[in-house]
């Protein structure tokens, strides 16, 4: 089992920043790959950004690339979306996700937090 818990969302403004945290704990090392996803309210949930625990390559969904920052500590068992540049469309409950490869697809992950809410307001 892997335990995952966000932290980090809050109420910004349009233009501001927020990062979010993901402390993993557990069977980590099944969960080879990290990822954000994002739903909005009404909304599927979407990906947002993966990463590897064993490779500095990311993946961004076309929404967010160059605003979004994914990255990981290893020594911390964590994994960290800074935003940037938020708009009102990034406003949802944020939830981070453990599985063994990175994919685009949330069935692709087999663990997942709680949950994280980020509003941007206009």
């Known amino acids: 089992q892997v335990q995952l818990v966000e932290s980090g969302g809050g109420l910004v403004q349009a233009g501001g920043s927020l990062r979010l945290s993901c402390a993993a704990s557990?069977?980590?090392?099944?969960?080879?790959?990290m990822a954000w996803f994002r739903q909005a309210p009404g909304k599927e949930r979407e990906f947002v950004a993966a990463i590897r625990w064993s490779s500095p390559n990311t993946y961004y969904a076309a929404s967010v690339k160059g605003r979004f920052t994914i990255s990981r500590d290893n020594a911390k068992n964590t994994v960290y979306l800074q935003m940037n540049s938020l708009k009102p469309e990034d406003t949802a409950v944020y939830y981070c996700a453990a599985g063994p490869s990175v994919g685009s697809f949330d069935s692709e992950y087999d663990y997942w937090g709680q949950g994280t809410q980020v509003t941007v307001s206009s």
């Open positions: 557990g069977r980590t090392l099944s969960s080879s790959a």
